[in-house]
């Protein structure tokens, strides 16, 4: 029986190192998105397709950029919808993929890693070729003279954002698709406190709203982020398997970006720190 394609085995396991980077478990990857804890358990072992939404709050949560799975959907993609049998000869039969434990959030694949890796790379390198190869293309065509637009095009955003300014006033910036690679940047560089936490305060300049984000933890630690002219919004770290993911408060709508204040209040203790953008 053929095994599933390289490219979707490669996916796979992209999802896989990243899910174990944010320390999440199925549960609460389910709790923090759109997608249900078996949906989750489907992706991961490769079961099913997996929405592109699906791995862009992934990456998110991890704090890692979404390029490289992103390109690796692009492939995955093809496989599933049937674009690349249509195009491509058949590709060899890929390894299984040892199942997930929804119990082990940081647990990896079984299997030498070395393959894992191999076939990571072998896929990533082809998409960079082949990014390279429209490139060279379409410079090409502009040489041989070929007329610019009248205009650039505005760049079309997937997802596309759900509020924009006083909009997104106490939303939680990864439901409204505002803390996605590419649409959020550091106002300062992240604080290290007293207790190990680090924190910083978020902006999306596609939603023009900004949010605080906490990380290495303890249970009870908490930040708050304020405006002089808005509600404070806090979060609150209430279980260790938050302990080391990040938690975000929601959002400001619309603040004047240099006059936002983040506090960390830690647990069991008066004293906190504060930052300024």
Same mark, same amino acid.
């Given at each position: 029986?053929?095994?599933?394609? =390289?490219?979707?085995?490669?996916? &796979?396991?992209?999802?896989?190192?990243?899910?174990?980077?944010?320390?999440? $478990?199925?549960?609460?990857? @389910?709790?923090?998105? &759109?997608?249900?804890?078996? !949906?989750?358990?489907?992706?991961?072992?490769?079961?099913? =397709?997996?929405? /592109?939404?699906?791995?862009?709050?992934?990456?998110?949560?991890?704090?890692?950029?979404?390029?490289?799975?992103?390109?690796?959907?692009?492939?995955?993609?093809?496989?599933?919808?049937?674009?690349?049998?249509?195009?491509? *000869?058949?590709?060899?039969?890929?390894?299984?993929?040892?199942?997930?434990?929804?119990?082990?959030?940081?647990?990896? !694949?079984?299997?030498?890693?070395?393959?894992?890796?191999?076939?990571?790379?072998?896929?990533?390198?082809?998409?960079? @070729? +082949?990014?390279?190869?429209?490139? %060279?293309?379409?410079?090409?065509? /502009?040489?041989?003279?070929?007329?610019?637009?009248?205009?650039?095009?505005?760049?079309? %955003? #997937?997802?596309?954002?759900?509020?924009?300014?006083?909009?997104?006033?106490?939303? #939680?910036?990864?439901?409204?698709?505002?803390?996605?690679?590419?649409?959020?940047? !550091?106002? &300062?560089? *992240?604080?290290?406190?007293?207790?190990?936490?680090?924190?910083?305060?978020?902006? !999306?300049?596609?939603?023009?709203?900004?949010?605080? /984000?906490?990380?290495?933890?303890?249970?009870?630690?908490?930040?708050?982020?304020?405006?002089?002219?808005?509600?404070?919004?806090?979060?609150? +770290?209430?279980?260790? $398997? #938050?302990?080391?993911?990040?938690?975000?408060?929601?959002?400001?709508?619309? =603040?004047?970006?240099?006059?936002?204040?983040?506090?960390?209040?830690?647990?069991?203790?008066?004293?906190?720190?504060?930052?300024?953008?």
């Amino acid at each position: 029986m053929t095994g599933p394609a =390289p490219e979707c085995v490669a996916l &796979a396991e992209g999802l896989r190192d990243m899910r174990a980077r944010t320390g999440l $478990s199925l549960a609460a990857l @389910a709790e923090r998105t &759109a997608y249900s804890k078996s !949906s989750w358990e489907r992706y991961l072992n490769g079961k099913s =397709p997996v929405p /592109r939404q699906a791995i862009d709050g992934l990456c998110t949560m991890a704090g890692e950029p979404a390029g490289r799975l992103l390109a690796l959907w692009e492939l995955a993609d093809a496989e599933w919808s049937g674009r690349a049998r249509r195009t491509l *000869p058949a590709a060899r039969s890929a390894p299984a993929l040892a199942p997930v434990d929804a119990g082990a959030p940081g647990s990896g !694949s079984a299997g030498p890693g070395r393959v894992r890796r191999q076939w990571l790379f072998t896929v990533a390198v082809g998409v960079a @070729a +082949v990014a390279t190869a429209a490139l %060279l293309t379409a410079s090409a065509v /502009r040489g041989r003279g070929a007329d610019p637009p009248a205009s650039p095009a505005s760049p079309v %955003l #997937d997802p596309e954002p759900g509020c924009r300014g006083k909009a997104c006033d106490g939303k #939680d910036p990864d439901q409204m698709f505002c803390g996605l690679p590419g649409r959020v940047t !550091s106002l &300062a560089p *992240p604080h290290r406190t007293a207790t190990g936490a680090r924190v910083e305060i978020r902006y !999306s300049p596609v939603c023009a709203a900004a949010w605080g /984000r906490i990380w290495h933890a303890e249970t009870g630690d908490a930040i708050e982020i304020s405006t002089p002219d808005s509600r404070p919004r806090r979060v609150v +770290v209430m279980s260790t $398997s #938050d302990t080391d993911a990040y938690r975000f408060t929601l959002m400001i709508g619309g =603040p004047d970006r240099t006059r936002l204040h983040l506090c960390f209040l830690p647990a069991g203790g008066p004293d906190r720190e504060c930052v300024d953008s």
